[in-house]
């Protein structure tokens, strides 16, 4: 676990983006705290940010824009799914599609 949290490093600070850092409040090594320069911190003691170490470094590295882009590629997924049942219902009909592909490129390639 120590190793992972060596790991682990602080991303820049999201307000400012300057270094950001870690240590533990009153050297007790249970209360941690993160915290930049420019008046940024986040803690794991009272603000539902976890109870670890590692946890509160996950916290401030995740980003808005993070969960935004998995949540529209995932999104996107699910579109390409649908899309892909609505345009070849059966797999037969998506075979014989794959196949006329690639005899026209095919084709392409040899009258090129």
Same mark, same amino acid.
């Given at each position: 676990?120590?190793?992972?949290?060596?790991?682990?490093?602080?991303?820049?600070?999201?307000?400012?983006?300057?270094?950001?850092?870690?240590?533990?409040?009153?050297?007790?090594?249970?209360?941690?705290?993160?915290? !930049?320069?420019?008046?940024?911190?986040?803690?794991?003691?009272? !603000?539902?940010?976890?109870?670890?170490?590692?946890?509160?470094?996950?916290?401030?590295?995740?980003?808005?824009?993070?969960?935004?882009?998995?949540?529209?590629?995932?999104?996107?997924?699910?579109?390409?799914?649908?899309?892909?049942?609505?345009?070849?219902?059966?797999?037969?009909?998506?075979?014989?599609?794959?196949?006329?592909?690639?005899?026209?490129?095919?084709?392409?390639?040899?009258?090129?």
């Amino acid at each position: 676990m120590k190793d992972k949290i060596r790991e682990m490093k602080l991303k820049p600070c999201p307000f400012c983006g300057k270094k950001a850092r870690l240590g533990s409040l009153g050297g007790d090594k249970s209360n941690w705290l993160i915290w !930049c320069k420019c008046g940024h911190a986040v803690s794991e003691t009272g !603000c539902g940010y976890g109870d670890t170490k590692e946890e509160i470094i996950k916290a401030w590295n995740t980003r808005a824009e993070d969960k935004v882009k998995a949540k529209m590629l995932e999104a996107l997924r699910e579109i390409d799914k649908q899309l892909s049942k609505l345009i070849y219902p059966n797999s037969l009909e998506n075979e014989i599609l794959k196949n006329a592909n690639q005899a026209i490129k095919h084709a392409e390639v040899s009258n090129g």
